[in-house]
């Protein structure tokens, strides 16, 4: 097992990996308790359930021990501790623990002549890079949302119907063909909602000539979509908007072209906001260009200002810049896309861009 590269080093130890996310990333396993302790050996590793998950972590994690018990500190600490073992550390997931809890472990291991050490981003630092089934999945996820998505805007959306009813339909049309749940709440964001880069649906009618915003993804075994598109609701009321979306999707057609392996996230971000400054919207684009994607919607790495990550093959992101403008509405193009060996980036939400005007 990779993680156990980090056990390196006298005196020896063990990492106790909590996250449910790194749980199943590293395991397989998919239940609501669990936790994955590694030993500096494969003998002293195990997955730390409970009785109600036995039979699906012999199935889902077959060649790893398994201990049923609801205390897994204490079968970490167990399995360092000892005459033998004294000055042994425990490396845990800090971004995982509250306060108290860590406060406890401390106190807990040092009875046991265990120390402890904080990690950040141990596992996501492998979860980094997705190999080809990884990549499989998060295709398939990327696939329903954009036929989902198409669907709604071939058959769907009208005038009058509410965000609400919007959102909620194209959610169920994600498991109707096929996806385990969304991969986060849909955002439906009409007229001047559009200036809310994470409005939530309401019960607001939509109206001819606005734009509306649609941010959505579906989940598949744990792995996340991202997606957006703008389109108009007959032909567009406010001129500027128009102007607006044709730059948004300049700016994010940059920020695609600038996705390649050996560059920068920052440069990715710098190729998008470039292009926004320049139209004079800068200070309307508020967020970053983007995020990784994978078992979390939004993972490593940042795609912003000043990110020190460097993109390989096989890492998944967004590219999405978008304009906000408060009391007329607003503008994002989002696509997933995947590094790749190649000078180009595979798109895997590769929906028209232009705007649309239903």
């Known amino acids: ?21 790194n749980v199943r990333y590293l395991t397989g396993f998919t239940g609501s308790n669990g936790q994955l302790f590694v030993g500096p050996d494969e003998a002293s590793s195990a997955l730390i359930t409970d009785e109600r998950y036995d039979a699906r972590a012999a199935a889902e994690a077959a060649d790893l021990a398994r201990v049923l018990d609801r205390d897994p500190v204490g079968v970490a600490l167990a399995r360092l501790a000892g005459p033998a073992e004294t000055g042994a550390r425990l490396l845990v997931e800090a971004d995982d623990l509250t306060w108290a809890a860590a406060r406890t472990l401390e106190r807990r291991a040092a009875e046991s002549g265990v120390a402890v050490d904080p990690t950040e981003g141990l596992v996501a630092s492998l979860r980094l890079v997705k190999d080809d089934a990884e990549v499989a999945r998060l295709e398939t996820a990327c696939a329903i949302t954009t036929d989902a998505l198409s669907w709604l805007l071939d058959e769907v959306i009208v005038p009058g119907l509410t965000e609400r009813a919007l959102a909620t339909a194209l959610e169920r049309r994600f498991i109707d063909l096929g996806a385990d749940g969304v991969a986060f709440p849909t955002i439906v964001a009409a007229g001047p909602h ?16 606005e734009l509306l915003t649609i941010d959505c993804g579906a989940l ?24 607006v979306h044709q730059i948004v999707q300049a700016a994010q057609a940059a920020g695609r072209a ?3 392996a050996g560059a920068m996230a920052a440069e990715v971000d710098g190729a998008a906001r470039t292009v926004i400054t320049e139209a004079g919207y800068g200070d309307h684009f508020v967020h970053s260009t983007g995020h990784g994607v994978g078992l979390q919607i939004h993972e490593a790495p940042t795609v912003a200002r000043g990110s020190a990550a460097t993109l390989a093959p096989g890492i998944v992101l967004t590219v999405e810049p978008g304009i906000y403008l408060p009391g007329r509405g607003g503008v994002r193009i989002e696509d997933t896309v995947v590094v790749t060996a190649e000078a180009a980036a595979r798109v895997l939400t590769d929906m028209p861009r232009e705007l649309r005007i239903l």
């Not at 559009?194 to 000539?209: F, I, N, Q």
């Open 258 to 260: 600038a996705v390649r």
């Open 220 to 243: 598949v075994d744990g792995y996340h979509a991202d997606h957006t598109r703008t389109v108009a609701l007959g032909p567009p009321a406010d001129p500027l908007l128009v102007e």
């Open 1 to 21: 097992m990779r993680l156990r590269a980090a056990l390196t080093g006298d005196p020896p130890g063990g990492v106790l990996v909590t996250d449910p996310r």
């Open 194 to 209: 559009g200036a809310t880069p994470h409005h939530e649906p309401t019960d607001r009618p939509l109206a001819h000539g």
